[in-house]
């Protein structure tokens, strides 16, 4: 290559992002921060049925919230524009004439049905179902008697006989032969143009130098070398062929290609439940790389700094739902306490837990509780949960309630009694910190009644904090203060 990298991410806005998709952004931005080349963001916006508004602020919200920039395309410009492809019709429409008055396309009039019944034939005869070239040789008298009888035509790329081979960046070597890529079409009967035409035109025009793409895109890929060289024929683009790479499959549950509708392929989903778009980035990084030396944790910038395209692996790879929880979990406790304080609170005044205007009383409380729940968080979706507690029965906030489940098994008669007996032990308590706390429950219930620990702290916890999972119970109880502390007690033992 005589020019630098330029790479390209080109969704098409249709739904709801898939993790399959941010993977692939992510490699392209990897590979471009690593060579110190350009990422070009492009939207593949030429099917307006399909397309939508919605959609196309998703995946501008999705790159930035998992921390990839881009430096060219929406909101940032640049030589090669516009970016959406819904706004270059003039451009593809200059192309598809330059190729149709070079040769290098025909209209083709065959309807669905009689497609149809020639594919069915092909394929009961033993032969290639692809198109058979039927209209490839039309002379002009016979594009006038289909014109006549009110038939329409598509546009279809002329292919050469021959067969196709590139050296893969992820495969190595790959071959098509000639039979297996038979004439295409490029442009509907409506005159839109397609995918097959739209693609490696602006790749041409834009200057791509290497395609980093799905392994479902690798069969299309003997047309855009076909296409790409009749495009440097005719003067247009660089002239030079791009490098492709074809990314592995990510496979979900069953082994199975993980498609759109599978609860753990949506964006969306992850943000709601709270990921962070570092666990969530790092972990979409191995799906198919890995930067060597057992090494599984590591940030974005690391990963730039250890990108190399050669390493990707082109054996499919699996989203593992643990293991991508897990990895969450180890970066909520590498944040620093006051950051992930910060993270935590817009999700506890979107689910009712503090006010819309916390006092900063509140945020003291939530600072100082933040400890107490990080090496317990997997997500920041669990926060809400742990923390509820120490904000209910607050102006603004929730009001305290028990766990109907964990009530019933915890709060029986023995339950009970307990409960009773560590308010008696706490009610004259003079110094409200952790370690007195401790000391005066332990010395009542364990030594007092012989209670083992599960059994003695299990239904206060309850009573405190209204679950069995919450932050530890003697630090839970100094946070809550004296007075709702004995009055939770004293409402749990009555």
């Not at 992510?26 to 492009?42: D, E, K, P, Q």
């Not at 495969?171 to 490696?200: K, Q, S, W």
């Not at 669990?382 to 904000?391: E, H, K, T």
């Not at 069995?468 to 709702?484: I, Q």
Request: aromatic share 8%.
């Amino acid at each position: 290559m005589t020019q630098a990298v330029r790479v390209r991410f080109c969704p098409s806005p249709t739904g709801d992002p898939h993790v399959g998709m941010l993977r692939t952004a992510l490699f392209n931005w990897a590979y471009a921060r690593h060579t110190g080349g350009t990422l070009v963001f492009r939207i593949e916006d030429t099917d307006a049925a399909r397309d939508s508004e919605e959609s196309y602020d998703a995946l501008l919200h999705s790159l930035k919230w998992l921390g990839l920039d881009w430096d060219e395309g929406p909101e940032v410009g640049g030589d090669y524009g516009p970016y959406r492809q819904s706004e270059r019709g003039e451009i593809y429409g200059e192309v598809v004439t330059k190729l149709a008055d070079a040769g290098y396309t025909y209209p083709c009039f065959c309807t669905q049905d009689e497609l149809t019944v020639r594919r069915e034939i092909a394929r009961k005869e033993g032969r290639n179902s692809g198109y058979d070239g039927a209209c490839r040789d039309l002379t002009s008298e016979q594009v006038t008697a289909f014109e006549s009888e009110g038939r329409t035509s598509v546009t279809r790329f002329r292919m050469p006989d021959q067969d196709w081979t590139w050296d893969d960046l992820v495969r190595g070597e790959v071959t098509f032969g000639a039979e297996h890529v038979p004439d295409f079409v490029i442009v509907r009967a409506n005159g839109d143009p397609l995918y097959t035409l739209v693609n490696p035109t602006d790749d041409a025009l834009m200057g791509i130098t290497h395609v980093l793409r799905g392994e479902d895109l690798l069969s299309s890929t003997p047309r855009q070398l076909a296409l790409h060289g009749a495009l440097a024929r005719l003067g247009v683009g660089s002239g030079e062929l791009p490098k492709f790479g074809h990314l592995p499959y990510v496979m979900g549950e069953g082994n199975k290609k993980l498609s759109k509708r599978d609860p753990e392929a949506s964006f969306s989903h992850y943000e709601k439940a709270g990921f962070l778009p570092e666990g969530l980035a790092n972990y979409l990084a191995l799906l198919g790389w890995s930067p060597g030396n057992d090494l599984e944790f590591f940030s974005l910038t690391q990963m730039a700094e250890k990108f190399d395209i050669s390493n990707v692996n082109a054996n499919p790879a699996r989203f593992d739902l643990k293991k991508c929880t897990s990895i969450n979990g180890d970066w909520i406790r590498a944040l620093d306490a006051s950051d992930l304080a910060d993270r935590i609170l817009p999700r506890l005044i979107a689910e009712g837990v503090l006010p819309e205007s916390p006092t900063e009383a509140q945020q003291q409380v939530l600072r100082a509780a933040v400890p107490l729940i990080s090496e317990r968080l997997e997500t920041l979706g669990q926060a809400a949960g742990m923390l509820a507690f120490l904000f209910a029965d607050e102006p603004g906030s929730k009001p305290f309630a028990l766990d109907p489940d964990d009530a019933a098994k915890l709060l029986d008669e023995q339950g009970i009694a307990t409960v009773q007996a560590a308010r008696s032990a706490l009610v004259n308590l003079e110094s409200w910190t952790t370690e007195d706390i401790e000391f005066a429950l332990r010395a009542a219930l364990i030594d007092g009644l012989g209670l083992k620990p599960r059994l003695a702290f299990g239904p206060v916890r309850v009573a405190i904090t209204g679950r069995r999972v919450s932050p530890p119970l003697f630090e839970s109880l100094e946070l809550l203060g004296r007075e709702r502390s004995l009055a939770r007690l004293a409402a749990a033992g009555s």
